[in-house]
């Protein structure tokens, strides 16, 4: 157990320590200005310097993300639902789903301040317009791969709408609403960080996105690495949540969570 | 004990003339009659795309015949309540325990916590699976999930069983023993069972009575009666008068295969 933890761990490990040397010992050796490409121990220095700004700054960014992830959950597995039950829903509706897909982030996060002013909310809606869509695709594509004989044994027992979904087709779709939800999370932390470049205040507000647009103002480049650096660990850590809860909903039952044994 | 003991009451499936035409224009049925008698168990016999499905989804009532009659269950009428069905897959769910999933067509129908568990652990018991019934479906065996498939089907204590190739899947020895186990269950219960498989020696050693159809459209080229004894075992498919039965269906499959040809 212990050994295969450490073996899973150790090599990603042992290649960012690998990297970081080779980046330290070139930034040395060649004499690269701090302020185009910072040395790993300059930014580290940064980090523990600032580390309550950008502590501040990662609970905030952390916090809209979150929201925006959880909506995205929530409203796009509705959606999702919605557009697999019914032909004239899907028509109606999925166009605009890719829509939301294809819409540059930054030119209309803009347009959110002036609806929802400056502050958390606007950065939230970033977040969930951004990772909405793949919980959306992923919902639909589950509930319509569900066994067609699994179908029939529900229509044979007469079964209601809303048993055939709650007992059968979303606990089917499960696996693939579980996979968007992982697109989700990482994308949840983009949008959010794009979306205070836009909408958020500086000062004690200021999210990741706020800093690392001030930092990359006045040139702070170790700073900026930081912060970079611990919105990439945010959205890391809300994939890692996601997964945690995808195996233990799903280990017991779904190939795509157990073990290959081999 | 003796065959066909409930044949005298009006018949438990009716079809008269049943077509159904799929879209793209292939006859699966194209106006076949047939009759199953109340407690009688029947083995549809037919090569393997001639709409033998077809046929037990309409007896099923998952599907509507384009032209012709359908009826189940007496009196004659859309009577399909108390249809089991078990398909050529154990199709079970995966996230539900063995009970759970023997349970599910009563919690389907509204049954209570208690007297659905009640009846899906007897159903369990029925077909020998009481140690298992708290495991999952990937914990089991192809044979234990098909026979999973077949109490879900018993625990609703339905008057028809139909089923579509169900041990189809599964290796000789398995099958045999799931065809000695599910003949004992038709002799305790007197339900009727319409059973789909392409097997020969399979329908003559489970059926009181052998239908054999022809490639697609599906029509009735035999039907043969089972003189063999109520009580069945492995022993008796080294018989003479079952090795004689075989032999007799094979020669009708045989010659129609050459006739259509
Ligand atoms: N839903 C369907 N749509 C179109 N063709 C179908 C459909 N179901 C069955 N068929 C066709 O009808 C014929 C009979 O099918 P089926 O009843 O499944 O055969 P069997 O069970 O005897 O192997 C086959 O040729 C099959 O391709
Ligand atoms: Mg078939």
């Known amino acids: 157990m212990i050994r295969r933890a450490a073996g899973r761990v150790l090599p990603p490990l042992l290649a960012f320590l690998a990297a970081n040397l080779l980046w330290e010992t070139a930034v040395r050796v060649f004499d690269v200005p701090a302020y185009l490409l910072p040395a790993p121990s300059r930014i580290l220095a940064a980090l523990v310097t600032h580390a309550a ?204 969570e157990q073990e290959q044994v081999r | 004990m003796t065959p066909g003991r409930a044949a005298e009451s009006s018949p438990a499936i009716r079809l008269r003339s049943v077509r159904r035409v799929f879209p793209g224009g292939v006859e699966a049925l194209a106006g076949l009659d047939l009759d199953v008698a109340a407690g009688e168990f029947v083995a549809l016999l037919g090569p393997s795309g001639c709409g033998k499905s077809t046929l037990l989804r309409l007896v099923a009532g998952l599907d509507r015949p384009q032209g012709g009659e359908v009826a189940v269950g007496s009196p004659a009428g859309a009577e399909h309540r108390g249809v089991g069905y078990v398909f050529q897959d154990a199709h079970l769910l995966p996230w539900r325990t063995v009970l759970a999933n023997v349970a599910l067509p009563l919690e389907l129908a509204g049954v209570p916590r208690d007297a659905r568990a009640a009846a899906a652990r007897a159903a369990i018991a029925q077909v020998g699976l009481a140690d298992a019934a708290t495991r999952l479906p990937a914990a089991l065996s192809g044979g234990m999930r098909m026979r999973v498939s077949i109490a879900r089907a018993l625990v609703t204590a339905p008057r028809i069983l139909l089923l579509d190739e169900p041990f189809a899947a599964l290796d000789e020895l398995t099958r045999h023993r799931l065809d000695e186990q599910l003949r004992e269950l038709w002799l305790a219960s007197g339900m009727t069972v319409l059973f789909v498989t392409h097997s020969i020696g399979e329908a003559a050693f489970l059926a009181e009575r052998v239908v054999v159809l022809s490639p697609r459209p599906a029509r009735v080229l035999a039907d043969t009666r089972v003189g063999l004894p109520g009580r069945r075992d492995a022993l008796l498919r080294t018989t003479p008068e079952f090795v004689e039965l075989t032999r007799r269906l094979t020669a009708v499959l045989a010659t129609e295969g050459s006739a259509s040809r």
């Open chain 1, 53 to 256: 700004t950008l502590g501040r700054a990662l609970l905030v960014t952390g916090h809209a993300a979150l929201l925006g992830f959880l909506l995205s959950a929530l409203l796009g597995v509705v959606a999702g639902v919605a557009i697999a039950s019914a032909r004239w829903v899907q028509r109606a509706v999925y166009p605009f789903t890719v829509f939301l897909q294809t819409v540059p982030l930054v030119a209309i996060a803009p347009l959110l301040v002036v609806w929802f002013g400056f502050g958390i909310a606007p950065v939230a809606v970033a977040a969930f317009i951004v990772s909405v869509f793949p919980v959306i695709v992923n919902t639909v594509t589950g509930l319509r791969s569900v066994d067609p004989a699994l179908v029939d044994l529900f229509r044979l027992y007469r079964a209601s709408w809303a048993a055939r979904l709650f007992k059968l087709r979303l606990p089917a779709a499960l696996p693939a609403i579980f996979a968007g939800l992982r697109v989700a999370a990482g994308l949840a932390v983009i949008g959010a960080v794009v979306g205070e470049f836009v909408a958020s205040y500086a000062g004690d507000d200021a999210g990741i996105g706020m800093l690392a647009l001030t930092y990359s103002r006045e040139s702070h480049t170790d700073r900026l690495f930081a912060a970079v650096g611990l919105a990439s660990l945010l959205g890391l850590a809300l994939f890692g949540a996601v997964s945690l809860a995808s195996w233990l909903t799903l280990h017991r039952w779904h190939a795509s």
